[in-house]
């Protein structure tokens, strides 16, 4: 299973990948914009978003896409490592 996660803390994405590691997804992360967002994408199984931490255009773009290629969009307030896992564990049972 591949993730897109949007927003989070710069330090903390080599967190965010190995924790979705852990539970067998494959990660992506996009701590800040780097440029057009929408290409770099790609076509994964599920976008997460950190809410407080992600740019009002960031969102736009990622719902955009999701609602084109219909793929799930989880939310989440915190951008923590356990608030990440929570939502895995949650979602991939």
Not at 23 to 46: H, Q, S, T, W
């Amino acid at each position: 299973m591949s993730v897109v996660i949007i927003g989070g803390n710069e330090g903390m994405v080599c967190q965010y990948e190995g924790i979705c590691r852990e539970y067998g997804c494959k990660a992506k992360v996009f701590a800040k914009e780097n440029g057009a967002i929408r290409k770099k994408l790609g076509n994964p199984d599920m976008f997460i978003l950190f809410v407080n931490t992600v740019s009002h255009k960031m969102v736009k773009s990622t719902l955009q896409e999701a609602k084109r290629n219909k793929i799930p969009v989880l939310r989440c307030r915190s951008s923590s490592a356990t608030a990440l896992q929570d939502l895995l564990s949650e979602h991939m049972e």
